[in-house]
């Protein structure tokens, strides 16, 4: 889907649990039926490279302006709400899903009309729930490192499609 | 064109620097609702506002930022947030050329509001900046342009 750039998953306080290049994940992986961890140990591994603190950096204020817009959004509603849905700029187009645990998944897309919200919901319960939450070995509060969960995550972006390609087909 | 002002809920108008000039609060927001929101709110609201806007250029996806160092010729296209939606109402943001930001919270239901929000820059312009009584970027005191912004908006 040429329209997703980047998905993240934050937990509560705020830490990076997930990142995903979404471009990178559907059009580039090796296609050998091996998930890629690549994109994944950008998140885990930090060589204090320049790249590395501005990305960080951008996490940050990615956090910060959702944090802040979810306290403004609370604020204006006429009626109480939990959090804003998503917001449009320019350039790009930030939804995200935030679970009752404060678990929030941030989706950046191109500016357009269509509504990320059951793609989130369906991320986090597919994927998230299913390959984190109920996975004997994550830690919580940990980035998430599953082969398993990436596989799910590429399959639910695949969906999106109009025609099925062949990274979603399992070897 | 004009919305029914039972969809609107708030107008603000925040100046270049992060100021609020103008604000109007809608009969359509339930009455506790509407007492809470004194002008301390509203002000932090807009300045609220004004930041978010400044900082949505900074988290650009990166494949956007490299498409625009290659495509840009001399002015680079600034990132301007346009609107908010939750599941209760929807923001729209109209920023102009100078940095004034016209901001709207409307019901989901509501038509498009830029149109709106232009006419309400046309009236800023007509009304408010050629006044020779209105100092710039101070709160907006003036009765023709509160009459006529009221007009905008029908039964």
């Known amino acids: 889907m040429a329209n997703l750039f980047e998905l993240f998953i934050f937990d509560g306080a705020g830490k990076l649990l997930y990142y995903e290049d979404i471009q990178r994940l559907l059009y580039h992986s090796s296609g050998k039926g091996v998930p890629r961890m690549g994109s994944q140990q950008s998140t885990l591994v930090f060589e204090g490279n320049e790249d590395e603190r501005d990305f960080l950096n951008r996490v940050k204020n990615i956090f910060g302006i959702c944090f802040t817009l979810r306290s403004l959004a609370r604020t204006i509603s006429p009626t109480p709400i939990n959090s804003f849905r998503s917001f449009v700029t320019s350039k790009y187009k930030l939804s995200i899903f935030e679970a009752l645990t404060g678990v929030k998944l941030i989706l950046l897309s191109a500016p357009d009309d269509l509504d990320y919200g059951p793609l989130l919901g369906s991320l986090y319960s597919e994927a998230y729930v299913e390959f984190a939450r109920k996975n004997p070995f994550y830690t919580l509060g940990e980035p998430i490192d599953c082969p398993a969960f990436q596989a799910k995550l590429r399959e639910l972006f695949g969906s999106l499609l109009p025609s099925a390609t062949a990274n979603t087909s399992r070897p | ?155």
Do not use: W
């Not at chain 2, 807009?46 to 978010?52: K, M, N, Y």
């Open chain 2, 1 to 155: 064109m004009q919305i029914k002002e039972k969809q609107v809920y708030y107008l603000f108008i925040v100046s270049t620097n992060g100021g609020l000039i103008y604000d109007k609060k809608f009969s359509s927001i339930p009455l506790d609702k509407r007492e809470r929101m004194n002008s301390d709110a509203m002000m932090s609201i807009a300045s609220s506002l004004h930041t978010i806007h400044d900082l949505c250029s900074l988290i650009t996806p990166p494949s956007l930022q490299k498409l625009d160092k290659s495509s840009e010729t001399m002015i680079p296209k600034k990132v301007k947030l346009e609107t908010v939606i939750s599941d209760t109402f929807r923001l729209s943001c109209f920023e102009t050329l100078t940095g004034l930001k016209f901001i709207i919270i409307t019901s989901l239901q509501s038509p498009d509001c830029r149109p709106l929000l232009k006419q309400m820059y046309e009236l800023y312009a007509d009304y408010v900046s050629k006044d020779p009584y209105h100092p710039a970027d101070q709160p907006i005191k003036n009765a023709t342009f509160e009459r006529l912004v009221t007009a905008l908006f029908t039964d």
